[in-house]
């Protein structure tokens, strides 16, 4: 958009909201929405609580471990199935429907076999990420052109330099791509872990602050749920556009 | 078999009688680049004029002018006497990437410029029926896009054009993206429809053989800023085989005097 | 159609839009494949449950049992009722909502620039955590749960409407504006069917978001439907039921999204577009 002739960065909306946020919040329109400034106020005190700081490690840790399962497992199925034809036609379809399956279901099972802890959590992570990785990788792999391997083959590749040296190199744009939508469903994953399993982390500091009515805080946290969501798909897409060119230029 | 008129250099040419399509001092800049610079041009009715010269001398530009798609920086375009800056129902437009709509049937596609004004159903499949007809694609009405070729698909979008029964048809590179030999065909169908259709017809094209073979008048503009640069008419008679054309005389030296002039251009 | 976007519809940002993801491929293998692949499924499963890996891992034939059981006393018949009301209600009204407000954001500049990077922010955050918000405000109940389905749907279906109609062939709009065709003419016309496929690929979308939020509702808040099925044999050490409860809306949710894309190809014919 346009304004006086400067052209208005598309996020720059998101200032409007916050603006009408915190009038409405000011007003009193809305139950249970606390002027804006004062979440605010709310996210800069909670940030120093200790409660916060442990449960960020906890959340963090948990995904990070969810996130480099489903990577270090992901991707290597994908790159099976992009290249067994026996392996794709058994697993590909259990692939498509996790992928889009109401996983939360699941999440009650993990509960059970996991226990109420972070255990569950890395679970709920690995569950929810890992299905997006597989399908783009094998995609990735899938799209390589035959005349790629082939040139590696004609120069002697052995099997393990073909897979390193070239198929995992031609696929990493696509492999970046699921990770980043791997990422995305990641954070879903921990945050609606937490959320079931209630002891744990944020789903803990959640349960606190709604059931005493403490709004600003629970706002407070949530916003800083959505700037760590909105971060890392950032910082993916900052690496993707890094192999972009060459994603173009293998057509 | 009459002589090639040549009329030379940018002095203005004296108008023909009867002109539909009248362009006076249009020019045009994108940003910095100047496309098109004080085009006085004269079309006249019943005829086939192409408009030809190197890639990006504007020749799309003053097309699209022409149909009222692109404004113009200044000058005017008048179609019968009358000042146009929209697009009007006295022209119809072919386009070069055919334009076709994906999710509609043939006769769909070709009746679509009666469905927009509001004629009923019955009546504009009539029209159109007839017009897919004409342009030798009957047996294909209930098909869609993707099941044609692409000189079938440029077809549909010339039936498009004629069912509006405009007096102008405004075709932009019609048989760019045709293969070879269905170009043929329809440059000989193109000959045939200009004979019993009445119609004006201007016509874009890259190709210096297409543009003798199929015209009347041969407009060619200079590089960027485009100008007209000479005016050709090519006195060609098209009544018999039109096989006999390509290896007629004056059609050969109509084609290489072109080609001397625009070969400054691509040097 | 030159529009090449990822109907993903997770994509955090628009800049990039190569349409390099492959979410819903290969449901055309063969039916044999399929059926070996369900079987190989099962067999694991049972193996897994006679070991058995954990006590709280019933085997494939128990929950197969325990499932009949669940359909014979109509406890799942009963659920499934309280359960589809409001994922149905949610993927209607934000299929309404969606595509209008997706339509006038992708046409109109001022509405793109307020609402989009809303939903942008929407579609990449965890917004399930919303969900018990939704329930203290609007208490235990078919309001509730039909909120929760429409948060988790209308972002996708939103973003997928704005970017089919930001995207949409060009050359058609000329096409039809130089045929006169009127500002209604051509969103009519041109820009929603041109639109149509994306469209309906956001639905689809929408659909396995609603199913998501509505379970996570039930799960979290109110004690009804699937969700008050699977926490009460859970609690009771049904395992096998509680297995067989969420096999079910799995397998239900699969089936309405493999049905929802037959239609898509059928009605779309996406090979068809290429024109
Ligand atoms: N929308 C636009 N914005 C900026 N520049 C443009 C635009 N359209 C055309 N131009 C420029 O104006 C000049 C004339 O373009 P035009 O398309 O009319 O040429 P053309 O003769 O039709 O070329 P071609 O034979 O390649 O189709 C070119 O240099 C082109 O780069
Ligand atoms: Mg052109």
């Not at chain 3, 749907?153 to 939103?158: H, T």
């Not at chain 3, 689809?204 to 009804?224: C, D, K, N, Q, S």
Request: glycine share 8%; hydrophobic share 50%; charged share 15%.
């Amino acid at each position: 958009m346009t304004l006086f002739g400067y052209r208005v960065p598309m996020m720059a909306s998101l200032l409007v909201w916050c603006v009408v946020w915190e009038v409405v919040g000011r007003l009193d329109l809305v139950f249970l929405l606390p002027p804006f400034s004062d979440v605010l106020v709310a996210a800069v005190s909670l940030v120093q609580t200790p409660s916060w700081q442990s449960a960020t490690v906890t959340t963090l840790r948990a995904f990070a471990m969810g996130m480099a399962l489903s990577i270090v497992i992901g991707v290597p199925l994908g790159i099976l199935m992009g290249r067994v034809k026996i392996a794709d036609d058994l697993l590909g379809m259990w692939v498509n429907i996790f992928s889009s399956a109401p996983l939360s279901a699941i999440v009650p099972v993990l509960m059970i076999l996991f226990g109420f802890g972070e255990k569950t959590i890395v679970a709920a992570v690995f569950l929810f990420a890992i299905w997006i990785i597989v399908l783009d990788t094998r995609a990735g792999v899938r799209h390589i052109s035959p005349s790629l391997i082939e040139m590696a083959r004609s120069y002697g590749a052995s099997r393990p330099a073909l897979y390193t040296k070239i198929i995992l190199w031609a696929a990493l744009p696509e492999i970046l791509a699921g990770i980043r939508l791997g990422l995305i469903r990641g954070v879903k994953g921990v945050v609606i872990g937490q959320l079931l399993v209630a002891i744990v982390g944020y789903g803990a500091l959640f349960e606190t602050f709604s059931r005493n009515f403490r709004m600003a805080e629970f706002w407070a946290l949530t916003i800083i749920l959505f700037a760590f969501a909105l971060l890392i798909a950032e910082l993916i897409e900052r690496a993707e556009a890094k192999v972009e060119y060459y994603a173009g230029a293998r057509q | 078999m009459g002589a090639t008129a040549l009329r030379n250099g940018p002095s203005p040419v004296p108008a023909p009688i009867d002109s539909i399509v009248e362009v006076r001092g249009i020019s045009k800049t994108y940003g910095n680049v100047e496309a098109l610079r004080g085009i006085d041009l004269d079309f006249p009715r019943g005829k086939l004029t192409s408009l030809l010269g190197p890639s990006g001398c504007g020749k799309t530009t003053l097309l699209k002018i022409i149909a009222g798609l692109i404004r113009a920086d200044g000058g005017t375009v008048a179609i019968n006497g009358k000042r146009v800056s929209a697009p009007g129902p006295e022209r119809a437009f072919v386009f070069q990437d055919f334009a076709l709509m994906p999710w509609a049937t043939v006769t769909r596609n070709v009746a679509f410029g009666l469905e927009l004004r509001g004629t009923n159903k019955a009546e504009r499949e009539e029209i159109a029926r007839r017009y897919i007809a004409e342009v030798g694609l009957a047996g294909f009405e209930d098909k869609y896009p993707h099941e044609l070729s692409g000189g079938m698909r440029q077809r549909v979008g010339l039936a498009r054009a004629l069912s509006v029964d405009a007096d102008v048809l405004l075709l932009d590179e019609p048989f760019s993206a045709v293969d070879e030999q269905n170009r043929r065909k329809f440059q000989e169908d193109l000959i045939r429809l200009r004979t019993n259709q009445n119609k004006t017809f201007i016509f874009v094209t890259h190709s210096i053989e297409e543009a003798v073979y199929i015209s009347d008048r041969i407009v060619l503009l200079s590089p960027r800023p485009g100008r007209v640069s000479q005016i050709i008419e090519p006195e060609i008679d098209r009544s018999g085989d039109p096989e006999r054309i390509h290896r007629d005389r004056h059609y050969l030296d109509t084609v290489d005097e072109i080609w001397q002039g625009l070969k400054q251009y691509v040097e | 159609m030159a529009v090449s976007i990822r109907t993903d519809g997770e994509a955090a940002g628009l800049a990039s839009s190569s349409n390099r993801s492959a979410t819903g491929a290969s449901w055309d293998q063969p039916i044999l494949l399929r059926l070996v692949s369900i079987a190989l499924f099962a067999g694991i499963w049972e193996v897994a449950g006679r070991i058995p890996v954990s006590f709280a891992f019933p085997t494939f034939s128990d929950t197969v049992v325990a499932f009949f059981g669940l359909l014979a006393d109509g406890s799942l018949a009963t659920a499934y009722l309280s359960t589809l009301q409001p994922l149905v209600l949610g993927v209607v009204l934000s299929a309404f909502l969606g595509v209008s407000l997706g339509t006038i954001c992708g046409l109109w500049r001022t509405g793109e620039w307020l609402v989009i990077p809303v939903f942008i922010v929407l579609q990449a955050a965890p917004v399930a955590a919303f969900i018990p918000m939704v329930t203290f405000v609007y208490g235990i109940g078919m309001t509730a749960k039909t909120l929760a389905v429409m948060i988790l749907a209308l972002p996708v279906i939103v973003l997928n409407t704005y970017k089919a109609v930001r995207n949409v062939n060009e050359s058609l709009l000329v096409m039809c504006r130089s045929f006169l065709g009127t500002n209604w003419q051509t969103v009519a016309k041109i820009i929603l069917p041109d639109a149509s496929p994306v469209i309906f690929a956001g639905l689809r979308l929408g659909v396995a978001a609603g199913f998501v939020g509505v379970v996570l509702a039930e799960l979290l808040i109110t004690p009804t439907g699937i969700g008050d099925l699977i926490t009460f044999h859970r609690s009771r050490a049904d395992y096998a039921e509680m297995y067989a409860t969420i096999a079910s809306i799995i397998a239900l949710s699969t089936l309405t999204l493999v049905f929802l894309q037959w239609v898509e190809v059928r009605v779309f014919r996406p090979e068809s577009r290429g024109a």
